[in-house]
């Protein structure tokens, strides 16, 4: 679980990028109306499974 201010947005990128290439699962959970910014060619994909429906997790994006 991460708490971040604005200025951390840089390294949190790079360790999402290090955690994805261990294959560790990544979920994020939208405080307000928005979940916050991925690292480029990743996106959030919403839960919808889980009742609140503000978990998501870190997927990679397609190009398709």
Not at 7 to 16: E, I, K, M, N, S
Not at 34 to 63: C, D
């Amino acid at each position: 679980m991460f708490w971040l201010s604005p200025r951390d947005a840089v390294d949190l990128h790079q360790h999402l990028r290090q955690l994805h290439q261990k294959d560790e699962p990544i979920f994020g959970y939208r405080c307000g109306d928005r979940v916050s910014t991925p690292p480029e060619g990743f996106y959030w994909r919403i839960m919808a499974e889980h009742p609140s429906l503000k978990i998501y997790q870190l997927e990679v994006q397609q190009n398709g």
